[in-house]
């Protein structure tokens, strides 16, 4: 017992808190770079070492982004000069620059074609399946053009008056006012009339009077002027209707809508509607011929005609 109250420890505050010396002080907490130390167990501190933080390493340009909690209203602004889109744009630049270089020499070609006489024909007719071809307003002289279209007119009629009278026929041999054993071949008949007529016109006389009015031919008007002649006598034909092959039965003329129309009234009047076509199409191509006439004498294309035709007599002789 005597050896505790010898002494109180606590008597000196002093030499019992460990604070209370100044060397002690300086290391205690604050006082270094993060403002704390640790305790060692032996009475003393030690201070922790500091550490810098981190630097952020940047995003590349094409990645790069800002995000802002500060502010909505914040404005970010993003370089629009990135190698990616550079690049492409250098692309399309020199596709551009190749497209055109293309087109040029493509009309370069077809001026020198014209130029030496070759006509590069582009097939655009009939448009749902073009096979020919057919440009009024490129190929035909403005003054002549409304002539040619009337030859077209010409044309389109006459695959109409060929369709309505298959029809016809075929009306007719379902009603019995084409009965008997020449019903089938009355019905064949009119199908190869429209196949041969619609398919043989065009080169025979349409084309004829394209192609003479395009190049300005005179010996092309020559053929015209002969295979358009043909056309309005069938036209002329057809109309009428004599009863020469088949009894007339497998057109729709005058005289076979007298027949039909004795035996059944609505196949007397498809009959009638036909024969209406087939005269209206001939007074067309008369017109047609007329005017195309009227241009050939003015154009002084009858005199070389004969001149040509007397030379080729000629050369023959000879």
Request: a positive charge; one cysteine or more.
């Amino acid at each position: 017992m005597s050896r505790f109250t010898e002494k109180n420890p606590f008597d000196d505050e002093t030499d019992a808190n460990p604070f209370a010396d100044p060397a002690i002080k300086s290391h205690s907490p604050g006082a270094g770079a993060y403002g704390g130390g640790a305790y060692s167990g032996g009475g003393t501190f030690y201070q922790e070492p500091s550490v810098a933080p981190a630097k952020p390493t940047p995003l590349p340009p094409e990645r790069a982004s800002v995000t802002s909690f500060a502010s909505d209203s914040a404005t970010v602004d993003i370089p629009l000069g990135e190698p990616g889109y550079k690049k492409k744009e250098k692309e399309l630049k020199a596709k551009e620059k190749e497209l055109q270089k293309k087109e040029a020499e493509l009309k370069k070609r077809e001026e020198d074609a014209r130029r030496a006489g070759v006509i590069i024909d582009t097939k655009n007719w009939p448009f749902f399946f073009p096979i020919l071809h057919h440009d009024i307003s490129a190929d035909i002289p403005e003054a002549q053009q409304w002539t040619q279209r009337l030859a077209y007119y010409t044309y389109l009629g006459l695959m109409l008056c060929f369709l309505w009278n298959t029809v016809c026929v075929s009306a007719g041999w379902a009603k019995g006012v084409i009965s008997g054993g020449s019903a089938f071949v009355c019905w064949l008949a009119a199908i190869l009339y429209a196949v041969a007529g619609i398919v043989l016109a065009w080169p025979l006389w349409y084309k004829r009077l394209y192609n003479a009015m395009r190049r300005d031919r005179a010996m092309t008007f020559a053929w015209f002027f002969l295979m358009y002649l043909v056309h309005i006598a069938w036209c002329i034909f057809a109309a009428i209707a004599p009863p020469i092959f088949i009894k007339g039965s497998s057109l729709t003329g005058f005289l076979s809508f007298i027949k039909a129309l004795d035996a059944d009234t609505v196949v007397g009047i498809m009959y009638l509607v036909g024969c209406i076509l087939w005269v209206l199409e001939a007074l067309l191509s008369i017109f047609v011929l007329q005017r195309v006439y009227s241009y050939f004498r003015g154009s002084g294309k009858a005199t070389e005609v004969k001149r040509q035709g007397a030379r080729a007599v000629v050369q023959a002789a000879v």
